[in-house]
């Protein structure tokens, strides 16, 4: 049995105030996801590397990046070299997947391959043992406070049944929800991201535990 990871994405927190939304959950959760978009590889601009270095110096949370961008050969070793955890990039934004993670892995990150809605997954399950996580889009990659997707979760299942031994996370993203989140695990996921869910409570630390617990039933 593999511990649930919660990451709560800070796309649904206050940019102003991230060093106090990141302490807020820091005793409770493994990763803070950090959503990096730059409004061409989808309609939505975020934040990018300079609040990423702040963000490092700001918490000892492990940073979760999830590049949405164009030519991530470019830009993710720029997240790694900001102190990253782990440098998530698109399958559907690079030609060369593999290269990319041994680059990241080199730079000393760990490297994650996101595959978003629309694209298949079958092609990327024997790049496994190349990703420390596989994050598979439960929504169409661009904005938070969608609804969840279940017919995605045949993607989480195929990797499962491809990871065998080898231990590469799988991560779900998005509409991931008190609702949402048991379907997700009992699909094989065992990384989960929810923005709205956490941040959109009240106490986003108590939010965050009550996920975990509905993870792990
Ligand atoms: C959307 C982002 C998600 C987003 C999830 O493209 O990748 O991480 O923050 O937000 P919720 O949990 O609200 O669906
Ligand atoms: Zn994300």
Same mark, same amino acid.
């Given at each position: ?94 030609? #060369?997947?593999?290269?990319? $993670?041994?680059?990241?892995? +080199?730079?000393?990150?760990? =490297? !994650?391959? /996101? %595959? ?62 008190? #609702?949402?989140?048991?379907? $997700?695990?009992?699909?094989? +996921?065992?990384?989960?991201? =929810? !923005?709205? /869910? %956490? ?19």
């Amino acid at each position: 049995h593999i511990e649930p990871l919660i990451a709560p994405s800070i796309l649904a927190a206050d940019f102003a105030r991230l060093a106090d939304e990141a302490a807020a959950v820091a005793d409770a959760v493994d990763w803070l996801h950090v959503d990096v978009m730059d409004n061409h590889f989808v309609p939505n601009l975020t934040i990018g590397l300079p609040v990423v270095e702040s963000l490092r110096r700001a918490t000892d949370v492990p940073l979760d990046c999830h590049l949405m961008i164009d030519d991530p050969d470019r830009w993710a070793i720029g997240y790694a070299e900001a102190g990253a955890y782990n440098v998530t990039f698109h399958a559907e934004a690079t030609d #060369d997947p593999v290269a990319l $993670a041994r680059r990241l892995r +080199a730079a000393g990150s760990k =490297a !994650g391959l /996101a %595959i978003d809605r629309d694209t298949l997954i079958e092609p990327y399950l024997d790049l496994l043992p190349e990703f420390d996580t596989l994050l598979v889009m439960t929504i169409k990659a661009g904005f938070g406070g969608q609804q969840f997707l279940p017919e995605l979760l045949d993607k989480v299942r195929a990797v499962k049944a491809a990871r065998g031994e080898l231990s590469v996370r799988i991560e779900v993203d998005g509409g991931i929800n008190a #609702d949402t989140i048991e379907q $997700a695990a009992q699909a094989g +996921a065992d990384a989960f991201v =929810a !923005g709205t /869910a %956490i941040y959109g409570a009240e106490d986003p630390a108590a939010a965050a535990r009550a996920l975990r617990e509905r993870a792990r039933a």
